[in-house]
């Protein structure tokens, strides 16, 4: 080299490039203060501080959730926070190819809304990104901080919970589920934080068997029950009947192998006997004190009278009786689908989001979108302890019970944020010293530790004995 040639710094693409130093923190605050906006700003909540975000007029860039502009700020800062942005657009290749997939297939169809001029770009940022979004930056996250937004989760589930009942009670939404300007005041099931009666119900049920699961290690042992009561009573203002039942069931199965171990003579402890002793006259009292006053009967009146709800399941496939093949496949135009589904008598929608895609859509590109939200879940669930898969369950099954996730909406995020957080599996197994390591940072033990059961084994030396 000349003298006086300034030596060049390396061209850094590891995937293992670490941040600079004052960024973690950053990030780690932006992630909670996403989290926290996801779960208390509804569409009510900004209607009440002057953004139109459920309505058609207005801005357009009022459509789409804060929650999402600040994830996008935030996933940038992440980038940027690299001696080397490079080197984290490689560490999506590896370390995060689901997220990559689905994140690929979403702007796939963003462009084809866009080219074809067809409605739903805000589905894009606000249902499909944001999840993916939210996950890579999770991974980037400490333990410590991961805790922090857990507790934060448990408090604002529970104040959802409550604001739920409250309304019930004195018969008023404080920020009701509205169309521009119109309120739907004949829909009396409760809001609360989250702002759609459906995706309260959701979401309370996934928390539920969560917790029921073993997730949120952070929550104390004497809290859980009653943290679960709490929001199974929130769940009857809710409304919803599939997240309802299948909640209870989820409750059910959970509970049958220490029944049926009691059942052969298993012993149970002390503390245990006297907590059903207890709990049981208690439980069984105020289920019949609520039944009397009538606490059931928003729920009892979903079954008797769902509104064509059911039937709505059955009608929504003669649709595609009514569409040319051509249509099916790269989507029918918006106002002949509207128009079909209304002369069906389908005025609430389409009660599937795989069917409302196709028929929106085209089936192309919602083939290429479920792929890619398969690679995504599979990704976040390898990522996960064990006790998730209840909740994974769950939340599939509830979710293809009305439009869900092929609407606008932040349910996937919402549901995305909860599985990491409540079942991250460094927390509650990794507490010694190098427990603040990063998700990604695990990706890259050292070539001669095996894991086996959450702990970290030698690799034998030399040929195999056996």
Same mark, same amino acid.
């Given at each position: 080299?000349?003298?006086?040639?300034?030596?060049?710094?390396?061209?850094?693409? $590891?995937?293992? !490039?670490?941040?600079?130093?004052? $960024?973690?923190?950053?990030?780690?605050?932006?992630?909670?203060?996403?989290?926290?906006?996801?779960?208390?700003?509804?569409?009510?909540?900004?209607?009440?501080?002057?953004?139109?975000? *459920?309505?058609?007029?207005?801005?357009?860039?009022?459509?789409?959730?804060?929650?999402? #502009?600040?994830?996008?700020?935030?996933? =940038?800062?992440?980038?940027?926070?690299?001696?080397?942005?490079? /080197?984290?657009?490689?560490?999506?290749?590896?370390?995060?190819?689901? !997220?990559?997939?689905?994140?690929?297939?979403?702007?796939?169809?963003?462009?084809?809304?866009?080219?074809?001029?067809?409605?739903?770009?805000?589905?894009?940022?606000?249902?499909?990104?944001?999840?993916?979004?939210?996950?890579?930056?999770?991974?980037?996250?400490?333990?410590?901080?991961?805790?922090?937004?857990?507790?934060?989760?448990?408090?604002?589930?529970?104040? %959802?919970?409550?604001?739920?009942?409250?309304?019930?009670?004195?018969?008023?939404?404080?920020?009701?589920?509205?169309?521009?300007?119109?309120?739907?005041?004949?829909?009396?099931? /409760?809001?609360?934080?989250?702002?759609?009666?459906? *995706?309260?119900?959701? @979401?309370?049920?996934?928390?539920?068997?969560?917790?029921?699961?073993?997730?949120?290690?952070?929550?104390?042992?004497?809290?859980?029950?009653?943290?679960?009561?709490?929001?199974?009573?929130?769940?009857?203002?809710?409304?919803?009947?599939? !997240?309802?039942?299948?909640? +209870?069931?989820? @409750?059910?199965?959970?509970? !049958?192998?220490?029944?049926?171990?009691?059942?052969?003579?298993?012993?149970?402890?002390?503390?245990?006997?006297?907590?059903?002793?207890?709990?049981?006259?208690?439980?069984?009292?105020?289920?019949?004190?609520?039944?009397?006053?009538?606490?059931?009967?928003?729920?009892?009146?979903?079954?008797?009278?769902?509104?064509?709800?059911?039937?709505?399941?059955?009608?929504?496939? *003669? +649709?595609?009786?009514?569409?040319?093949?051509?249509?099916? @496949?790269?989507?029918?135009?918006?106002?002949?689908?509207?128009? @079909?589904?209304?002369?069906?008598?389908?005025?609430?929608?389409?009660?599937?989001?795989?069917?409302?895609?196709?028929? #929106?859509?085209?089936?192309?590109?919602?083939?290429?979108?479920?792929? =890619?939200?398969?690679?995504?879940?599979?990704?976040?669930?390898?990522?996960?302890?064990?006790?998730?898969?209840?909740?994974?369950?769950?939340?599939?099954?509830?979710?293809?019970?009305?439009?869900?996730? /092929?609407?606008?909406?932040?349910?996937?995020?919402?549901?995305?944020?909860?599985?990491?957080?409540?079942?991250?599996?460094?927390?509650?197994?990794?507490?010694?010293?190098?427990?603040?390591?990063?998700?990604?940072?695990?990706?890259?033990?050292?070539?001669?530790?095996?894991?086996?059961?959450?702990? /970290?084994?030698?690799?034998?030396?030399?040929? %195999?004995?056996?």
């Amino acid at each position: 080299m000349p003298p006086g040639t300034a030596k060049l710094a390396p061209f850094d693409l $590891s995937t293992n !490039a670490r941040w600079r130093n004052p $960024s973690r923190p950053v990030i780690a605050s932006l992630f909670a203060l996403i989290v926290g906006m996801m779960f208390t700003l509804s569409g009510g909540s900004l209607w009440q501080l002057g953004l139109n975000y *459920e309505g058609i007029s207005g801005a357009m860039a009022s459509k789409i959730h804060p929650a999402t #502009y600040l994830a996008f700020v935030t996933f =940038g800062l992440l980038a940027l926070a690299r001696r080397n942005p490079a /080197s984290f657009f490689v560490a999506l290749v590896t370390r995060h190819p689901g !997220a990559l997939i689905f994140a690929a297939a979403t702007v796939l169809l963003g462009c084809y809304i866009v080219l074809d001029h067809r409605r739903g770009i805000a589905t894009v940022f606000d249902t499909y990104l944001l999840a993916a979004m939210l996950s890579i930056i999770a991974a980037d996250l400490d333990e410590r901080a991961i805790g922090r937004v857990e507790k934060m989760i448990h408090l604002l589930l529970a104040a %959802n919970a409550l604001m739920a009942l409250a309304e019930y009670l004195l018969g008023y939404q404080f920020f009701p589920y509205r169309f521009e300007e119109i309120v739907y005041e004949w829909d009396k099931r /409760s809001t609360a934080l989250l702002g759609h009666p459906l *995706e309260d119900a959701l @979401i309370t049920g996934t928390y539920i068997v969560m917790l029921v699961g073993g997730g949120g290690p952070g929550m104390p042992k004497l809290l859980r029950l009653p943290a679960i009561l709490l929001q199974l009573a929130a769940m009857v203002p809710f409304g919803g009947r599939t !997240a309802l039942l299948l909640a +209870l069931a989820m @409750i059910a199965l959970s509970l !049958a192998p220490s029944l049926l171990r009691v059942l052969r003579g298993g012993r149970m402890s002390l503390p245990a006997v006297a907590a059903v002793m207890v709990m049981a006259p208690i439980l069984a009292l105020a289920v019949g004190l609520f039944a009397t006053s009538g606490f059931f009967d928003v729920v009892l009146d979903r079954f008797a009278n769902d509104g064509g709800s059911a039937q709505t399941r059955l009608t929504m496939f *003669e +649709l595609f009786d009514q569409l040319p093949l051509r249509d099916i @496949i790269i989507g029918a135009d918006s106002d002949l689908v509207d128009s @079909i589904r209304r002369t069906h008598g389908l005025q609430w929608g389409i009660e599937n989001p795989v069917v409302r895609l196709v028929l #929106y859509q085209g089936a192309v590109f919602t083939a290429f979108l479920v792929v =890619g939200f398969v690679f995504f879940l599979t990704e976040v669930g390898r990522r996960l302890r064990r006790g998730a898969a209840m909740a994974f369950i769950f939340f599939l099954i509830v979710i293809n019970s009305y439009e869900s996730i /092929s609407n606008k909406s932040i349910t996937l995020g919402r549901f995305v944020v909860l599985v990491l957080v409540m079942f991250d599996r460094r927390i509650g197994a990794s507490r010694e010293p190098n427990a603040r390591r990063t998700f990604a940072d695990r990706q890259h033990e050292p070539a001669n530790l095996h894991r086996l059961g959450g702990l /970290s084994l030698p690799a034998p030396v030399g040929p %195999n004995p056996l």
